[in-house]
């Protein structure tokens, strides 16, 4: 499958609550086969220092049982290696060659799971944990999606507070996937509220997928209320705002156009800082991008990236212009560290935005060009318990405008 930036993450596997056990680890890429008739599970790539290595396992092999259960599908043996759990010891039943063969392996941990645990080295705040309060205010007809997940530190208050937006084309993704992000934030002091949003159909993507969604301005007009939420609850914390790809796009639009927080009472002045990362801000010029790609960058067709556009944002340019935070730059005065990946789209994207912020004299925002990771990689480095140059500059941003 093509990657096309911006549509990144397509779903999270991760449950909103912690499992009763950690989902076990097995360390390759599936994809269904058959061979001889025998439905199965081809290993497309073994990954290197993971428990199918570990086992025996080689590219190519077919697996057709895990334990006592027959696996004709990925998916089956997908839910398998769940189901057993991290630590489980297996006979695994593979074709190779022709040949049928069993082999003893053990599931491991997932990298996830082990990014979710707290970071326990010294100078890193104890958190505290609540899933899934409902951020709905008002008159406003609570929807499932209308969920946070709030990571707080246990350090002095009032603490900072970033509401974060995560990734996924306005059309997938959800809070669950954020955990050890949140983690990695609230170690060091910074409250994190990872929350989800009303998403669009996937239709443009996925043909035979529901057509039952919501378009613009659903999206943002959650992250206000969501972000007044949190100052009804925290009124003294200086509130942040951040996410990464569509997330990226929806904070920036949150800080540069007034009208969704005015809708709760509040000004952009409520926002001490907008961290976006890997996002879009000119659709029009997103458009053509996605439509004919970007030097050697493979594009969606014209057909596909206007089904994209017109499923989230409308039938129309002008409406692609109405969701656009470039729109609303004049008198921007929201500080804003606004973060670029290293494809040749996400840097346009980007030098576009600053483009215009340089050229109406705004200095209040300033721009990050990363060589270091692709846009899929931004969320996987900055989760990481290893320093990290983006997260720990954007926590340096939060700690610089919270005195």
Known sequence: MRRIAFLLLAAT???????????????????????????GVRLARVMPDTPAAAAGLLDGDVVVRFGEK??????ALG????????????????????????????????????????????????????RDLS?????????ERHKLNLFLPAAEDPFPIVLWIHAGAWS????????????????????????????SSRVWNEPSAPKEGFRHPAH??????????????????????????????LAALLALDPRYLVAHGLGV????????????????????????????????????ADAHLKWIFGDTEADWVAASPTTYLKGSKVPMLVVAEREPSMVRYTRDFEDAVKALGITSIRFRYMEDRTHGQSSPLMSRKAPDPVRDEAIAFIRELSR
């Open 172 to 199: 997938y993704g959800d809070r669950a996937g954020e955990t050890a992000l949140a983690m990695r934030f609230a170690e060091r002091g910074v409250g994190f509220a990872a929350m989800s949003y009303r998403l």
């Open 70 to 75: 027959e696996v004709p599908t990925a998916a």
């Open 135 to 143: 951020y709905a205010l008002g008159d406003a007809a609570p929807h």
């Open 220 to 249: 943002a007009e959650d992250c206000a209320m969501a972000f007044a939420w949190l100052r009804k609850r925290f009124p003294g914390s200086p509130l942040f705002l951040s996410g990464h790809s569509c997330g990226a796009h």
């Open 13 to 39: 596997l991760c449950p909103a609550d912690p499992p009763a056990k950690r989902p076990g680890y097995f360390g390759a890429q599936l994809e269904d086969a058959t061979v001889g008739g025998t439905a």
């Open 79 to 130: 839910a398998a290696i769940r189901e057993a759990g991290a630590g489980a010891k297996v006979e695994v039943g593979i074709l190779r060659d022709g040949e049928r063969r069993s082999l003893p392996l053990t599931l491991g941990v997932h990298p996830q799971a082990l990014l979710e645990e707290p970071d326990r080295s010294p100078g890193m705040f104890a958190v505290t944990v609540e």
């Open 269 to 304: 002045g409520e926002i001490r800082g907008v961290i976006p990362i890997g996002g879009g801000y000119d659709l029009v010029k997103y458009h053509a991008i996605l439509a004919d790609g970007l030097d050697g960058e493979p594009g969606l067709g014209k057909e596909k």
